[in-house]
């Protein structure tokens, strides 16, 4: 299998998914950067202009990472990430979309608004006027999760899941924009330091 990588945290979310099942990638960069993403040959790919895109042997092309992470998952379901039973599974995905839905969303139309406004602008849809707000509602779901967090070790419960890929995926490049953990974020500074701790989180990204 091939992944279309390039820098950010959702290229880097599939990386590390793969990389804790085991599962080698053969990566082709792809410089968003430059607008590589931007031009036909790309988009005949992926429409959307987006990255990461998983292509299988067969030629099939996945993108989104929720899909590709599913799929990895139904493909190659040890160590499980997303579940082994059907409530397991529901768990995790509840709280998959709730990390995607309070803190990812608005995070990243936050900072494309404004610090990757220069970049962005002319590509999709900024929302410069409403940077301000959108970073608020991040912060205010990182401090969501820093109270449903409480003594679990990971964000579903006892065990690493997708859910904690993504979120930290995230709060990690929220630090690189300005959108970091407030210092109030005792619990979830911990819960960083323990993922960032693991192997797959030393893999490039930027």
């Not at 940077?131 to 419960?157: C, M, R, S, T």
């Amino acid at each position: 299998m091939k992944l279309y990588n390039s820098i950010g945290p959702n290229p880097r979310l599939v990386k590390m998914f793969a990389a804790e099942k085991g599962i080698q990638l053969d990566l082709v960069e792809v410089d968003i950067v430059a607008g590589e993403n931007r031009q036909p040959a790309w988009q005949a790919i992926n429409p959307t202009s987006t990255t990461p895109v998983l292509e299988l042997d067969s030629g099939l092309c996945i993108a989104e990472t929720t899909a590709i992470c599913e799929y990895l998952e139904d493909r190659f379901p040890a160590p499980a990430l997303i579940g082994t039973t059907p409530e397991a599974r529901a768990v995790t995905r509840m709280w998959w979309r709730r990390a995607d839905l309070i803190v990812v969303q608005p995070m990243t139309a936050g900072f494309r608004g404004a610090e990757g406004l220069p970049l962005f602008q002319g590509r999709v849809r900024c929302l410069p006027q409403a940077a301000d707000d959108l970073k608020q509602a991040a912060q205010e779901g990182l401090a969501w999760f820093e109270a449903q967090l409480g003594d679990k070790p990971y964000i579903a419960g006892d065990a690493l899941t997708v859910a904690d890929l993504q979120l930290f995926c995230f709060v990690e490049f929220g630090d690189k924009v300005g959108q970091g953990l407030a210092p109030a974020h005792h619990r979830l500074a911990a819960w960083r330091e323990r993922i960032a701790a693991r192997p797959s989180a030393a893999l490039p990204w930027l």
